[in-house]
């Protein structure tokens, strides 16, 4: 039997190694910050947001990683994803100029170890039946992953 010290999650590999990077060092900022987090979760508009972080008392922050200008000048879908939380990021690597990241957003600087908060985000409090709806999804997403781990070869609806 494996201990939770010994489940790992795999890559899904949908990300590059420079958008694992900073994920990994702005999971430990959240965690710092009093926030526990999950990757890569679906919301209900059908999009999926790169991190959510949950805090104590409620608070749900998305933070949407960018690993490149391009990935950012592409990628048009983020003002979208400030109906399901309380607080909106970008997390950033260094080589991205902090200039191009809309002003109306938090932003992150990260790299695989670390980061900071360079400009905090502006609030704007959900719905209560938004915040419950996205506390479920939230947790699904979790309780998912962590069964997956456990049990690998388990197949859908058992």
Do not use: N
């Not at 959240?30 to 999950?38: A, E």
């Not at 985000?121 to 419950?132: D, F, L, N, S």
């Amino acid at each position: 039997m494996m201990t939770d010290s010994e489940l790992v999650l795999p890559p899904d590999g949908r990300q590059s190694e420079t958008a694992l990077m900073v994920a990994r060092g702005t999971r430990r900022l959240l965690t710092s910050l009093g926030f526990v987090s999950v990757t890569e979760v679906s919301l209900a508009s059908g999009r999926r947001a790169d991190l959510v972080a949950l805090a104590d008392d409620g608070t749900v922050w998305i933070v949407e990683i960018k690993s490149s200008i391009e990935d950012f000048r592409v990628d048009q879908k983020w003002p979208e994803y400030r109906f399901h939380c309380d607080r909106l990021f970008f997390a950033i690597p260094e080589h991205i100029p902090t200039e191009i990241m809309p002003e109306d957003a938090g932003l992150i600087l990260a790299d695989a170890y670390g980061a900071a908060v360079l400009r905090e985000a502006p609030e704007h409090k959900m719905p209560a039946a938004t915040r419950k709806a996205m506390l479920v999804r939230l947790a699904r997403a979790a309780a998912d992953r962590l069964h997956r781990l456990a049990d690998p070869d388990r197949r859908s609806g058992q």
